[in-house]
């Protein structure tokens, strides 16, 4: 059972308003969210909160996302863990300071992650375009990443399997969208814009699940734990976002949902407008509620919850070493 | 006492300096004739998800049943019994799906009272949504059946590993079966 996620896009001020959230906009709106009923809130406008409304979300355990100008991403509030727990953290330390267990750990989590790219591409194989070179090279890749003997010679092997993948990007998206070649901070083209608006989610995403456990989010096993961000998070998003945030992309653009005027241009940059926000957002959040049957658990669940089980899998392997079973699509 | 291990434990508990190295709750006690699994799990911190429904509800159902007749305790920070104005120790359950389990764990508490503070009482098992009560009493075979169940799950939290999964009828309602079966 998953509650929704709730955003923001108004400018205005975050209250509290005895055990409800309270927004007043600045066109003068008032709403009233009940706090039960989000599972993580999104800031995308200009809004003032204090200490209080920060109580609030603490108190129900919701976290907050913060997005600023032009919807980057600024950072994250969130509350105090309900789950600690001293075991959990030494466990997840000691396997990132094991060569041995931290490749395995990432290795599971670059195959899952390439074969969740394979998983696009075999999609659109002859329907876009006819892409079983690629096919050969990201199972090859794939193969090869399980014989990786350290960190740097698997993310170079990640490397290339993204760079392969993206190489696809311009022969399934419907012109005159293109992605040339991938290109962040900031994005140059509209897909580039589209992509890292939907891995910021994706990583978001991420960072929620992670907080319902008592795993670190600082410690990650392929990304460095020196990295401005909560690499464990970065680590999780890389194996759902082939599934979350490409196939998204892919649809939204073929299927007209997102046109050139969606966009805006800005310094170096290509950033999605206001509206063309909207209407990724409201996909996106529209696909993390979208269930399918998972083999392991016998019930359906929805993208959120799968989320949350590769996280809790990912636990249990630390506190166990019983097998860590990264999201591979199976659908 | 029927073991070494309970004998030792229940020696421990008497000893309010010597802490026993694992702090049985009422929790573990069910948890053992439930899931061995989940007894370990439980024991290792793993976190579960305390939110759902089953939860909220279990929780609501105690906290708003016979509450002007009991008396919370605590007893050494960690089981926390109800007793009634009869003097009898109550255990207020959602459903009597798992019977035995709560039978055990009351027993447990009985036990508990019986042999490190030497307080007998009798116990009742109530499912206010079921309208229905059982009285339960500590004699030789009931106390031999909580000496054992302080055995076993000693062995099962001594495991490096937890014990393997394995389905169950009530998996399908288990807080720990996204992790189990993950």
Known sequence: MTKPNHHIFADGELSRNEGTLRIDTLDGETEYLPIESIDTLYLHGQIDFNTRALGLLNEHNVPLHIFGWKDYYRGSYL????????NTVVEQVRAYDNLDRRLQIGQTIIEASIHNMRAN???????QGNFSTELEDLEELKNSAAGTTDI??????EGRARKTYYGCFDRILRSPFTLTQRKYNPPTNEANAVISFLNGMVYTTSVSAIRKTALDPTVGFVHEPGERRFTLSLDIADIFKPILADRLLFRL?????LSIDDFEEELEGCLLDEKGRMTVLEEFEETLDKTIDHPRLNRKVSFKTLVQTDVYSLKKHVLTDEPYHATERWW | MTSELAEKY???????EREPEVRITGLMVQYYHVCKRELWFMSRGIDIDRETTNIQRGTHIDETSYQNERHSFMINNRIQLDVLGSGDIMEVKASSRLEE???MQLLFYLWFLQEIYGIEKDGILAYPTERKRETITLNSSTIEKVESTITGILKVVDLDTPPELEKKAYCDSCLYQDICWM
């Open chain 1, 79 to 86: 509350p105090k863990r309900g789950q600690v727990s001293g």
């Open chain 1, 121 to 127: 591409l075999r999609y659109y194989n002859d329907r």
């Open chain 1, 152 to 157: 740097n010679e698997l993310r170079s092997v």
């Open chain 1, 253 to 257: 653009v073929n299927r007209k949902q």
């Open chain 2, 10 to 16: 229940a020696r421990d508990e008497r000893q309010p």
């Open chain 2, 101 to 103: 389990p709560a039978r």
